[in-house]
């Protein structure tokens, strides 16, 4: 059976702050690994892909992956109310075709 | 922008009866995938399909589900004799045409099934 856990929260940090989103996967063949945003009642939006150890930044997102600890994360730098979402980790397999499996995902309150 | 649309935004359907949804690309695309998320829970995968065909599909994807490509273009998903237990919202996503990678999947606005 193919996990993916993150910690619910809500994770609450004031507005400027830096946001440190977990996840861990079981899937040692897990190979590409995504992070979406999802406001309430609205489809999921991606944020980040990464696919190899190590940081990626893009813009105020860095994705981090350690594949040998199984776990992948997300940091939100200077985090505005507008980032306040809940953050969802998926993985999935290299092969085409082949399904996202999803986290619970990770609720995130920026407070001005 | 997502690059696929979903029709109806709001399904509400009697108990028993058949749904159809449908995903609606903007442009040409060969992958296609349906998700469901059931309210407060997490996004649930369902089935892949490639070049008109199912690529993979989940446990949750039994008899009651099928998917077709009726006209070539809209991707649909029909429901068979619905249960109150298949309310969620359910989405299509794909990758980007013409993106070096296949991996990525975006998600179309999706449709909220209420069944009574």
């Known amino acids: 059976q193919k996990e993916v856990e993150q910690n619910s929260g809500p994770l609450s940090v004031p507005e400027g702050a830096i946001a440190s989103l977990n996840c861990t996967y079981s899937?040692?063949?897990?190979?590409?690994f995504f992070w979406y945003r999802q406001y309430s009642g609205k489809s999921p939006e991606l944020i980040m892909s990464?696919?190899?150890?190590g940081d990626k930044e893009d813009g105020r997102f860095t994705a981090q992956l350690n594949k040998a600890s199984q776990y992948v994360s997300l940091l939100i730098r200077d985090s505005q109310p507008s980032d306040s979402a809940t953050y969802l980790c998926?993985?999935?397999?290299?092969?085409?075709?082949?399904?996202?499996?999803f986290g619970k995902g990770t609720t995130l309150s920026v407070s001005s | 922008e997502p690059e696929v649309t979903q029709t109806p935004s709001h399904q509400v359907t009697q108990m028993g009866q058949e749904v159809i949804l449908r995903c609606v690309p903007i442009?040409?695309?060969?992958?296609f995938y349906w998700y469901r998320q059931i309210l407060g829970q997490k996004v649930e995968f369902l089935v892949s399909f490639y070049n008109n065909e199912i690529s993979e599909k989940s446990e949750i994807f039994d008899d009651q589900f099928s998917v077709e490509r009726p006209d070539g273009s809209n991707f649909t998903l029909k429901i068979r004799s619905t249960k109150l237990e298949d309310s969620a919202m359910y989405f299509c996503?794909?990758?980007?045409?013409?993106?070096?990678?296949?991996?990525?999947?975006?998600f179309g606005p999706g449709t909220r099934l209420t069944v009574l």
């Open positions: 996503a794909s990758p980007h045409v013409g993106e070096a990678t296949t991996d990525t999947q975006y």
């Open positions: 442009s040409n695309h060969l992958y």
């Open positions: 990464i696919y190899s150890n």
């Open positions: 998926a993985v999935k397999t290299n092969q085409a075709g082949t399904a996202l499996i």
């Open positions: 899937d040692r063949g897990s190979q590409s």
